[in-house]
Structure formats: C-alpha cells, structure tokens
C-alpha cells in the first residue's frame, strides 16, 4: 500500500455506543496484511486487531470488528460498545511489501 | 514477560549534533523496526533490521542509520540533526519480518 485514507480527521461517540472508523488504500499487491492500532494520550501505539488479505472472513476481536472489502480496498474498524478507554487515534496501517504503512490517523473521543 | 523498550524516553539537541536511540525488542521477537511519528501525523517507516541486515527502508536520508545486535536489540542513529527531526521515534519489534509489530514507548527527540 503506498497510500492510505482515513477520511474521518476527528469522531466522538457516546459511552455504550457503536462508532466505525473509515479506512481505505491503495496496492498493487495481492497477499498483505492490515492492522489498526490505537494510540491513547499517553503515545503507547498498541495493536487492536490484524486481517490477512487472503482471508475471506472478516477478523474479529471482542468489541472491535472489521469490514475488510479486498476489491474495494476497504478496510474500516467497528467499534461496539465504547467504553471511555477507547479515546485515542486510531491508525489503520496495512502493509506493503512487509513495511507497515501508517494512514494520518482518526482521533476518536467516547463522551461519558 | 517485558515488552518493547526504548531509551531513552526523552532527549534534547541542538541542530548538527548527532543522536543515538536505543530499542530492545520483546522476548522471541528477531526483528525491529524504526519508525518517526512527528505531531499530529501517523508514524512514517525509516528501517527494519534483521539478522543484522537493515532489511527494508523507507524514504529518509542517509543521515538515519541504524544497527542490530547479535541479542536483536537495535540502535537509531541520526547525523547532522535538523529541526525537523524533533519527532516521536517508535521502535516495534515482531518475531519474524511478516508478523505482527509490537511498539514500545517511543523516544521524544526536540532538535533546538
């Protein structure tokens, strides 16, 4: 992937809701992967979920989903039941040709 | 089980000094990755090292080097400092070049 959007700069969301993060990119390749990480106030980027490409199946980890859309180069993050831990940015980041590449970022507040 | 770490976690200099990062990766993981998130901005890939070798670079000037050890811990060097290197620098780890990358904390670099 040589460039990736994330058309959404800045989102909130109510406590118990459900927000999604856009996400899309641009490759030649075939087989990647992508993640999304998040990134809290205090800088520590942790990891919230990864998708093969290869995969059909979209990948899920507890409240947080994906809808990966090879062919459409689409890859957003779902977020169900927000919970005030999960204000940070959020970065989707696939990969090309094993080098992770970063989009700009969705800064996401979940309002109490 | 110690995850990524970075030394160290704050550095001040001025422009044309040079500077020495540090990173050791998480235990099992053989490969290390630079990356420099300045404000505002998703990180931006500088090198991956593995087996000693820097495996992969992205777009930065030769001023960025870097170096792994035998014990897969691994330094960043910039040369020539200029004031747009004040950034964030993030170091990830993963146990293989194709598996998933783990970040530590990050070294706050401010170039007066």
């Known amino acids: 992937a040589q460039t990736v959007t994330q058309s959404q700069p800045e989102m909130s969301v109510q406590e118990a809701e459900t927000v999604t993060l856009s996400c899309t990119y641009d490759t030649s390749e075939n087989n990647y992967y992508l993640f999304w990480y998040k990134q809290p106030p205090s800088r520590q980027m942790i990891l919230v979920i990864r998708?093969?490409?290869?995969?059909?199946q979209n990948a899920t980890e507890n409240r947080f989903s994906v809808n990966f859309q090879k062919a459409a180069k689409s890859f957003s993050l779902k977020i169900s039941d927000s919970q005030l831990g999960d204000t940070a940015m959020y970065f989707c980041a696939p990969t090309s040709y094993d080098k992770v590449i970063f989009g700009p970022g969705t800064s996401l507040s979940v309002i109490p | 089980d110690a995850g990524v770490t970075q030394s160290p976690t704050h550095l001040i200099k001025t422009r044309g000094q040079q500077v020495t990062l540090r990173c050791s990766p998480k235990s099992g993981h053989d490969t290390v990755s630079w990356y420099q998130q300045a404000l505002g901005q998703g990180p931006q890939f500088i090198f991956q090292?593995?087996?000693?070798?820097?495996?992969q670079r992205g777009n930065f000037p030769d001023r960025f080097s870097g170096h792994q050890f035998p014990n897969y811990s691994s330094e960043l060097n910039v040369n020539a400092l200029l004031l747009g290197d004040s950034a964030l620098y993030l170091c990830?780890?993963?146990?293989?070049?194709?598996?998933?990358?783990?970040f530590g904390p990050g070294t706050r670099l401010l170039v007066l």
């Open positions: 998708q093969e490409a290869y995969k059909q």
């Open positions: 990830a780890s993963s146990a293989g070049t194709q598996e998933t990358q783990y």
């Open positions: 090292y593995y087996e000693e070798e820097e495996r």
